[in-house]
């Protein structure tokens, strides 16, 4: 069975600046970094590893006809994190230059909730609950 998830690796057509996103603008810390690469960490030991690879690569390490390197992808899946304060981390990532695609809101749940994407369109949510 599988017990942990070592890396979420995302295929990227330009590894430079998507790793300057996730650096400069998120704060990931850069583990590795090679022409066709880079793996950045948050969260200390145990924390999450992003892989950012050259989609060319990933296409060459699995094959093609599964990649499809050349095509434009529809995103269906994004990446979720809690923060402390939405808001505040909202108005923070703004300051550095990212770009959200949906400001923070608060669902019919109670979880508020905003969207940015990095630069290849890779959708990511922050998100609290708000103490009551």
């Given at each position: 069975?599988?017990?942990?998830?070592?890396?979420?690796?995302?295929?990227?057509?330009?590894?430079?600046?998507?790793?300057?996103?996730?650096?400069?603008?998120?704060?990931?810390?850069?583990?590795?970094?090679?022409?066709?690469?880079?793996?950045?960490?948050?969260?200390?030991?145990?924390?999450?590893?992003?892989?950012?690879?050259?989609?060319?690569?990933?296409?060459?390490?699995?094959?093609?006809?599964?990649?499809?390197?050349?095509?434009?992808?529809?995103?269906?899946?994004?990446?979720?994190?809690?923060?402390?304060?939405?808001?505040?981390?909202?108005?923070?990532?703004?300051?550095?230059?990212?770009?959200f695609v949906k400001s923070p809101?608060?669902?019919?749940?109670?979880?508020?909730?905003?969207?940015?994407?990095?630069?290849?369109?890779?959708?990511?949510?922050?998100?609290?609950?708000?103490?009551?």
């Amino acid at each position: 069975m599988i017990e942990h998830v070592n890396a979420v690796v995302l295929p990227v057509r330009d590894v430079e600046r998507c790793m300057s996103f996730y650096r400069d603008k998120l704060g990931f810390k850069l583990n590795h970094k090679d022409d066709e690469s880079a793996f950045l960490a948050i969260g200390g030991k145990g924390g999450l590893v992003l892989g950012l690879v050259s989609v060319n690569e990933v296409a060459r390490l699995i094959s093609e006809e599964q990649v499809r390197p050349r095509e434009e992808t529809i995103h269906r899946t994004y990446y979720a994190v809690f923060v402390e304060d939405v808001d505040q981390e909202y108005e923070e990532l703004k300051r550095n230059g990212v770009h959200f695609v949906k400001s923070p809101t608060t669902q019919p749940w109670g979880q508020r909730i905003a969207y940015f994407e990095d630069p290849e369109g890779n959708l990511w949510e922050i998100s609290h609950f708000p103490r009551r």
